[in-house]
C-alpha cells in the first residue's frame, strides 16, 4: 500500500473509539481493565435489564468470574426496538417458514491484511451498528429447500422496516448493481448452505451523514457455506459480552464470495483515503506490479461473474480476483414487500 494508504490505516485504528459491550471492557478473565473484578457476581445474583443480556464471564480454564450485561447497539436507528440476545427488531418465531433477517455483524477473515486490520474491521462494525450498511436476506424454507434473496436494503422510519431497492444504484456504473439476488440452498437441521451464485452484486456502505457513499463491497459468486440459525430462526450468531469493537458478536455464518482487480481497483474506500485494492493487496494498485503484492490475486472470474479459487499467480499470471471470506451475524427483521 502506499505510504498515505498506510498513514490513513494508522490515523483510523488510532482514533476510532471501540464499541463497548455492557460494562465488560476486556476479554475472558477477572479484570476488566486491569482494575479486579471484587467478589463473583452471576447473572442468578444481578438480572440484567429487560433489554439486556445477561453472559457470564469465564476465566481460561472455563470458571465463572463475573457477568456482563449486554446491551444492543445505541446509535441504530429506532434502537428501543432491538433485543437480545441478536439484536432483533422482529422475531420469526412465527413465521419459521418465511424468516428474514439484516446483518447485524460482519467480519473479513481472508486475505489477512489491512482488508482484516482492527481498522477496517471496526469501520465495517460501526456502519453496521449505525445501519449505514444494511445486508437483507429474505429466506423461504420448504422441507430441506430454500431459497434466499439477499442484498442491500433501506430503512424506513414511518414504518421501521426495510425494503430492497431496485435500480437505485448511482452512476457511473450499473443502476442494478445493488439490486438483490437470488440463492438456492439446502436446510440440514438448523444450518442452511448454498453453493456459489453466478454473477455479481454488490453492497454500499455510507458514510455518517447516510447520505454519501464511503465504500462499495461488489461481489462476485456468492457462496453461503453456513449459516445456522437459532430453534426460532430469529438469529444467526448473537451478541456477547466483548469490549473489543469488531467482535461484539459470536457469528453463526460463514461465506465466500470473490471481489476482481478491476472492481477493487473503481472502489474508494473515503474515510481511509485509499482504494479497496490497496487494502486487499497491501501495496499500492497503481504504482506495484502485481507480482510485487503482498497478497496477489488468488482466483480467476470470468466476465459473467462465475470465479473460481486457487488460482496461482505466480504460475499463471492470469488471476484476476481474490476469494474472500468472511463471518457474520443476522437478526430477525421486517423486510416491506
Known amino acids: 500500500m502506499n ?28 479484570t476488566m481493565g486491569g482494575t479486579d473484578m471484587g467478589p463473583l457476581v452471576t447473572c442468578a445474583d ?8 445477561c453472559v457470564d464471564r469465564t476465566d481460561a480454564e472455563g470458571t465463572v468470574t ?4 449486554v446491551g444492543c447497539p445505541a446509535d441504530a436507528p429506532s434502537a428501543d426496538q432491538q433485543m437480545p440476545p441478536c439484536c432483533f427488531r422482529v422475531s420469526n418465531a412465527d413465521r419459521l417458514d418465511t424468516p428474514e433477517f439484516r446483518v447485524t455483524n460482519l467480519q473479513i477473515s481472508a486475505p489477512e491484511g489491512a482488508l482484516t ?19 437483507l436476506m429474505r429466506a423461504t424454507v420448504s422441507g430441506t429447500d430454500v431459497t434466499v434473496e439477499t442484498g442491500y436494503g433501506e430503512w424506513t422510519d414511518a414504518t421501521s422496516t426495510y425494503n430492497f431497492v431496485d435500480g437505485a444504484a448511482p452512476t457511473p456504473g450499473d443502476v442494478d448493481r445493488w439490486n438483490p439476488i437470488t440463492i438456492d440452498g439446502t436446510l440440514s437441521g438448523d444450518t442452511f448452505s448454498a ?3 453466478p454473477g455479481s452484486f454488490t453492497v454500499p456502505i455510507f458514510d455518517e451523514s447516510g447520505e454519501n457513499l464511503d465504500l462499495e ?21 448473537s451478541r456477547i459480552a466483548d469490549g473489543a469493537g469488531y467482535r461484539n458478536y459470536e457469528t453463526a455464518g460463514d461465506v465466500r464470495t470473490y471481489i476482481t482487480v478491476a472492481d477493487a481497483e473503481i472502489s474508494n474506500v473515503t474515510q481511509l483515503g485509499t482504494t479497496l485494492c490497496n487494502l486487499i493487496s497491501g501495496d499500492d494498485c497503481v504504482e506495484d506490479e502485481t507480482a510485487d503484492w503482498r497478497n496477489t490475486p488468488d ?3 470470468d466476465v459473467d461473474g462465475n470465479c473460481t479459487a486457487g488460482c496461482d499467480f505466480a504460475a499463471t499470471g492470469d488471476c484476476n480476483a481474490w476469494e474472500i471470506r468472511g463471518q457474520f451475524a443476522a437478526a430477525g427483521v421486517e423486510i416491506a414487500d
Open 3 to 30: 505510504r498515505f494508504g498506510w498513514l490513513a490505516v494508522t490515523c483510523a485504528l488510532a482514533g476510532m473509539a471501540l464499541v463497548g459491550c455492557g460494562d465488560d471492557d476486556g476479554g475472558g478473565d477477572d
Open 46 to 53: 444481578d438480572p440484567c435489564e429487560a433489554v439486556e443480556i
Open 66 to 69: 463475573g457477568h456482563s450485561c
Open 117 to 135: 486490520s482492527g481498522a477496517v474491521l471496526n469501520i465495517l462494525a460501526l456502519a453496521v451498528e449505525e445501519e449505514r450498511f444494511n445486508w
Open 195 to 197: 453453493p456459489p451464485v
Open 217 to 237: 463491497l461488489p461481489l462476485n459468486s456468492f457462496e453461503v457455506i453456513s449459516a445456522t440459525f437459532s430453534e426460532d430462526r430469529t438469529c444467526i450468531g
Open 299 to 301: 482466483a480467476l472470474c
